[in-house]
């Protein structure tokens, strides 16, 4: 009986070829060229054909299957496209198909080189050392011949993926009031079929726009503009290519820019550049409300950063990315355009100057060479410094870590027997930013409201004072000066199984934190009210540290939620992309760059209306 049936395993011994005895092997004859070069044809069949190759080899039945998977698969693939052409297009930018293509490319890719490998196996009989080492080759050469295209396949239909995501969101990921909707009709009990996107229009008209950017030029430009009109019927596209210094291009009656512009997008002046056509995309959103043809999904500013001739420092400021840009530096200036100027020469000033009388808001730092030129120009000055204004700034040069030190801040950071501790990352200028942000909606609230926008100062040193209000407050109600309290703190760091968690809770959590350890140490008269319990608070972590020490981050987060206890575990940065908090309502944005690929970067975190901005790339240093 042959051996793979006798053990009903696989075997690459063939059905009558059972293995000889050990002193006889030596004496049987090699195989002869003739069977080599079979084992070659069949091998580079088999390739082509997968199944093929292990049918010749005596592998029928296993042979016969691959085989007809193939087939099938070719035969299916073939139906598909001659009876629903539409629909195979359609699925071949559907983000979650090519995503499921890229893993099932992959798959295919492993499988179809072993089935190379058990092909010429199942083909070679006894071959000599040469045609062993010849076999080897040819297989590497197929396998590489089938397994990197699927790889660049695999490849390009994730990328596509993920920039057809980008690009085109679904019906649930954007609010845009000119993105067509594709309602669902029921013509069908239970089965709703897809409404005709185009039914009752006779033509679709898309507008092509081609961009120019350069140095010197403010962020890019419209250049080409081209209308394709679209018989939707036949197909045939008629191109008509509009010229981009036209001037007074009118608005349908219709549209609510009508109102805005009702002799059509111009100042009086034929002459005027800005008025052209190709300076619509980017003035009109300008001069309008954001919302003017309905929800939109970029409710942003347009930002125009100025850099010096050299770029911003920040650009190779750490932590870096795979491809060497600074991390920081794409998470700062997301959805910006940028400029460079060289504000030390008047040429760059003068430039300036024109920007700032169409602004709506300037934002700069103090000392700066510009500061009186913002804060006498038409835009809403904006201005962060290190100290109040009483104080001369400029003769007082702070940093972040500086700025830390002095609003007292490091004093209430780390162990008591110790020096202080910084805080991780640029902990004041964000602060400073956000209340940069408040002071500017207050301001234009006030312009929009039909008052005179104030100018916002935002010291650096006093929003350092409060965010650590209650450390300055508590110091002055009672006369002493909360610091650095170590193992005497109410509120403690804790290792637990796998990491650290922060102990948290409130006078009236105490019962159910106790309750939650369950030690009935706990119950003790001398844990009964705060102050008691801050007198022995070395006692008290004595007591409720094990529990911690027995359990994961995890499971000590859901069980003192489940009890009302605002325990904290503590998650390194690169955990915190997929914790719940984060993921829940997808607070780290994909954003697709140009050239750095998929980046994910944090939103602001305050919605409108359940939203918030959506993101675009940082912009390249011009050139």
């Not at 140095?215 to 250049?223: H, I, M």
């Not at 500013?301 to 100025?306: C, E, F, G, S």
Request: glycine share 8%; charged share 20%.
């Amino acid at each position: 009986m042959p051996k793979q049936a006798e053990h009903g395993g696989w075997s690459w011994q063939l059905p009558d070829e059972p293995p000889l005895p050990a002193h006889t092997r030596s004496e049987q004859p090699t195989s002869p060229p003739s069977s080599f070069r079979r084992a070659v044809i069949y091998t580079v069949a088999g390739t082509a054909i997968p199944g093929l190759g292990l049918i010749a080899g005596r592998r029928r039945i296993v042979g016969s299957v691959i085989l007809g998977l193939f087939a099938a698969a070719v035969l299916a693939l073939g139906i598909y496209a001659a009876f629903d052409r539409q629909g195979l297009l359609a699925r071949a930018v559907d983000p979650t198909t090519l995503r499921q293509a890229a893993v099932a490319l992959a798959i295919i890719a492993i499988v179809w080189v072993a089935i190379i490998i058990a092909s010429h196996l199942s083909l070679r009989s006894r071959p000599t050392r040469r045609q062993r080492v010849a076999g080897g080759i040819l297989v590497g050469v197929l396998s590489f011949a089938v397994a990197a295209p699927m790889a660049v396949a695999a490849h390009y239909s994730y990328v596509t993926a993920s920039s057809v995501s980008a690009v085109f969101k679904s019906e649930n990921e954007t609010k845009s009031a000119t993105r067509p909707t594709l309602e669902a009709t029921q013509t069908t009990p239970g089965i709703p079929k897809p409404q005709d996107p185009w039914a009752g229009k006779p033509r679709l008209n898309v507008l092509l726009l081609g961009g120019d950017a350069g140095r010197g030029r403010v962020g890019t430009r419209t250049d080409t503009v081209i209308l394709a009109s679209i018989d939707t019927k036949t197909g045939d596209t008629a191109l008509f290519s509009l010229p981009r210094n036209a001037a007074r291009m009118p608005f349908p009656s219709r549209s609510p820019l009508k109102k805005h512009y009702p002799y059509g997008f111009t100042n009086g002046n034929p002459n005027d550049a800005e008025y052209f056509l190709n300076a619509m995309y980017r003035n009109v959103p300008r001069s309008v409300p954001k919302d003017v043809l309905g929800p939109t999904d970029n409710l942003g500013a347009d930002v125009l950063k100025i850099e010096p001739p050299s770029g911003d420092p920040i650009r190779h400021a750490p932590p870096a990315l795979p491809h060497g840009e600074s991390a920081l530096f794409q998470f700062l200036n997301t959805s910006k355009r940028s400029l460079m100027l060289d504000l030390a020469n008047d040429a760059g000033r003068a430039a300036l100057g024109k920007l700032l009388d169409k602004a709506d808001v300037v934002l700069f730092e103090e000392p700066a060479s510009i500061a009186n030129l913002a804060r006498t120009s038409r835009a809403t000055p904006i201005e962060i410094a290190a100290f109040p204004v009483e104080m001369d700034a400029k003769a007082r040069p702070v940093s972040d870590f500086t700025i830390q030190a002095l609003g007292g801040l490091l004093h209430m950071v780390g162990e008591p027997e110790r020096k202080p501790l910084k805080l991780g990352g640029h902990q004041a200028c964000y602060a400073a930013g956000l209340t940069a942000f408040t002071g500017l909606a207050t301001a234009l609230a006030a312009r929009d409201a039909g008052r005179k926008a104030p100018a916002v100062r935002v010291s650096l040193a006093e929003v350092m004072q409060w965010v650590n209000w209650k450390a300055a407050s508590g110091a002055d109600a009672s006369g002493i000066s909360p610091g650095r309290e170590g193992k005497q703190s109410e509120f403690q760091i804790v290792r637990c199984r796998d990491g650290h968690v922060a102990v948290v809770y409130t006078a009236t959590q105490w019962p159910a934190m106790r309750n939650l350890i369950g030690d009935p140490r706990l119950d003790d008269a001398k844990f009964a009210n705060r102050a008691s319990r801050r007198r022995s608070v070395a006692e008290l972590y004595e007591i409720i540290a094990p529990w911690f020490a027995s359990k994961t981050r995890r499971e000590i987060q859901t069980l003192a939620q489940a009890k009302g206890v605002p325990f904290g575990p503590i998650f390194s940065p690169a955990e915190l992309i997929e914790t719940e908090q984060y993921v829940a309502r997808g607070f780290l944005a994909e954003v697709a760059h140009p050239r750095l690929g998929t980046l994910r970067l944090p939103q602001l975190p305050v919605q409108w209306n359940g939203r918030s901005f959506a993101p675009k790339p940082a912009p390249e240093l011009p050139t």
